[in-house]
């Protein structure tokens, strides 16, 4: 995971729609790979916000399993973070064709992205570690 993460790092300044793509790959991964070990079946094609969700409520980290506000918003806040790399990576990511009008994203806007997704596969990987 750290290499990935480093990876995309590596990648914001000359290529950073392709970081934003690395970005989103790597939260996939990560779900996945939980899912993987916890045993959890799950559609390969399924779209990163509900394999997020899947992975949220094995961990415990699902918004609706928490009754105090706060925690409820940082975890809510993880949700959206998930929701909007996904909705990145379609539209400045690599992984589509661009038109004509097309502006690339920014080093910084990739930075965002790949620290957003950096932070929390660690914290999921962190998470599924402290339950075993």
């Known amino acids: 995971m750290q290499e990935a993460w480093h990876k995309a790092m590596d990648r914001r300044v000359a290529d950073p729609d392709g970081a934003i793509t690395t970005a989103q790959s790597l939260v996939e991964t990560v779900c996945k790979y939980i899912l993987d070990e916890k045993c959890v079946s799950y559609d390969d094609a399924l779209e990163l916000p509900k394999l997020y969700r899947l992975v949220s409520e094995e961990l415990n980290l699902a918004p609706s ?3 105090e506000l706060v925690v ?12 909007g790399l996904g909705a ?3 539209r ?3 992984a589509h064709g661009k038109g004509k009008l097309h502006v690339k994203p920014l080093p910084r806007h990739a930075a965002l992205a790949v620290n ?6 660690s914290f999921l990987i962190e998470t599924w570690e402290a339950l075993q």
């Open 116 to 121: 957003l997704a950096g932070s929390l596969a």
């Open 92 to 94: 400045e990511g690599d």
């Open 72 to 83: 409820k918003q940082i975890l809510g806040g993880c949700c959206a973070v998930v929701e």
């Open 88 to 90: 990145f990576r379609n």
């Open 65 to 67: 399993q928490h009754s």
